[in-house]
């Protein structure tokens, strides 16, 4: 399969190393011949490479993102690659600067920012339906949780959940949310944000479901450093009540993460299995 991709790009190839972090999607890293780099980036299914393919045209100009070199919709094997730049940089992290989270703030209310354009081809809307969205993929991944985690665990989550859903606010949106904003998405070179990745699970929606992995693997470490991505979100737009969202967001990305660790293998995925067990338990305790 891979070779069938480069063969279609018609990369002439130093070298080739896959990309650890990417949890849905297959990503190399590649050296041409002329020692530039690129990224090859196979999605998981058709439907993930061409929600990817709209999210580049519909962002660029807006936010950063790397440019899109090249693209394949695949064949009955292969779900479609895109060839993408190079980034400089690395991977946010809590050792970045106040300054840096201030920038991150910026481009990712930028990003909320983009209302539904007319019109959508596979990127879907489901503002309209939020309550009924989210309800449906916690009831969905719930099929899967049931088989991993004791009954008493599992009933105590279905009821939490039916309880934190009727306290939620009215949501915020219709808005461009990617779904998977995390460090590892976020890439910084000397303290500028370089680019944003990974689009291929983006949706319009609301946005208070876009907090909870930046919340949990970078802002909840440092005060300083969420006082500074708040200053830069609301320079763009008024950020919703974390205080209010994001318990019920983190119980729900906890509890559906551990069932998609079920569907795409529970060996290959047993550390991240592990870390959403143990922060399901504290989020119900």
Known sequence: MLQRIIQQFGLQLETIHEVDDSHSSTVYRCQLSNNEY?????????????????????????????????????????????LLSALKGHPLSENDSQATAYQVGVVHASMH???PPHPLHTIQNEFANWPMFIEKQFYSFAEDVKEIIDDHLFRKALNKFEF???????????????????PANIIINNGNVSGIIDFESVRFGATEVDFTKLYRDYLSYDEKLLQAYTYGYNSVRPLVNLEIVLPFYRFTDAFNSIGWCRRRG????????????????????
């Not at 490479?49 to 292969?78: C, M, T, V």
Request: hydrophobic share 40%.
């Open 113 to 115: 920012g983009i209302e």
């Open 266 to 285: 529970l060996e290959k995925n047993k550390r991240f299995l592990m870390e959403n067990i143990t922060a399901l338990n504290q989020l119900l305790t």
């Open 38 to 82: 690129v990224f090859l980036k196979i999605p998981y299914s058709n439907l993930k490479f061409q929600r990817e393919l709209e999210a580049y045209h519909i962002l660029k100009g807006i936010i950063p993102i790397p440019e899109l070199l090249d693209s394949w919709s695949g064949n009955e094997e292969i779900p479609g690659a895109l």
């Open 164 to 182: 934190m859903k009727d306290q939620l606010p009215k949501p915020d949106g219709p808005s461009f949310i990617h779904m998977d904003f995390r």
